[in-house]
């Protein structure tokens, strides 16, 4: 039988006493704002695109696309890391927190060349996200073809 050990109390308080304070407020009022303005430039993009005939499918398809490659191209220089060092959460949260974990282990490994650099690394984070997003789907479709009631509008 294993006996557990009680964690040392004095040494709980010497940690508790040594760690940071955390700013909830302030950290969830930046992140609030950050993922906002992603949101409100997604929109402006959105509308944008409307105004240019295009209809509302497509004008929100590109425009989720067009934050897609920018965040790409921030990540890639080295800016998105700065946006998300402020904004927290609120830079991973919108699908702009999905293109940077695409593009960011890539470009930490790039110095190790194209083939065993950027492509084999490029989904070491966002990859989990895609096969779990696929399996998923594939079990919803299924649902939806074995129970059309379920999903009728």
Do not use: W
Request: charged share 15%.
């Amino acid at each position: 039988m294993t006996k557990e050990r009680k964690p040392n109390k004095e040494y709980l308080d010497l940690v508790h006493d040594s760690m940071p304070k955390t700013k909830h407020v302030s950290t969830s009022l930046k992140a609030f704002l950050v993922g906002g303005l992603i949101c409100v430039i997604g929109q402006g993009f959105a509308d944008l695109l409307m105004l240019a005939n295009l209809d509302l499918i497509q004008a929100k398809t590109f425009a989720t696309v067009l934050l897609v490659l920018i965040t790409a191209i921030l990540t890639g220089v080295g800016v998105y890391d700065k946006i998300g060092l402020f904004g927290g959460a609120g830079s991973l949260v919108p699908i702009t927190g999905f293109a940077n974990s695409v593009v960011a282990p890539a470009m930490e490994h790039r110095h190790e060349g194209i083939i065993l650099g950027l492509c084999s690394n490029i989904f070491k984070m966002a990859g989990p996200v895609i096969v779990i997003g696929t399996i998923i789907s594939v079990i919803v479709g299924l649902v939806a073809l074995i129970f059309p009631t379920l999903f009728a509008v």
